[in-house]
């Protein structure tokens, strides 16, 4: 069993950037990916990004791609997560995950942390 623990989030006007932090503790060792959801209030949790931890592999959402960066220090076993040009759409709660094939599923996810809001206002 894994824990993560997400930190970074807070508030930020449409344009600007954010970034969050992910620390990971426990069993990690099977994992092949970590990643990040979201969720905005009355919608359903959605993929944001993963990265694989057994190669420099990213994938993201079409939503945030060219926006968001995601990277994995294995070392510090840490997940980050940059965000520019940030919208209103952008305001949810940012789950870390860590899981199995890419992470972009809900039924790859063998762990969630607790979730950091951002909110992005116009």
């Known amino acids: 069993q894994a824990h993560l623990a997400e930190s970074g989030g807070g508030s930020v006007q449409a344009g600007g950037s954010l970034n969050l932090s992910c620390a990971a503790s426990?069993?990690?060792?099977?994992?092949?990916?970590m990643g990040w959801f979201r969720q905005a209030p009355g919608s359903e949790r959605r993929w944001v990004g993963s990265h694989s931890t057994r190669s420099g592999d990213r994938w993201y959402a079409d939503s945030v791609k060219g926006r968001f960066t995601i990277s994995l220090d294995v070392a510090k076993n840490r997940l980050y997560l940059q965000m520019s040009s940030l919208t209103p759409d952008d305001t949810a709660m940012y789950y870390c995950?860590?899981?199995?094939?890419?992470?972009?599923?809900?039924?790859?996810?063998?762990?969630w942390g607790q979730g950091t809001q951002v909110t992005v206002s116009s």
């Open positions: 426990g069993y990690t060792d099977t994992a092949s990916c």
């Open positions: 995950v860590i899981g199995r094939r890419t992470c972009n599923h809900r039924y790859d996810v063998d762990n």
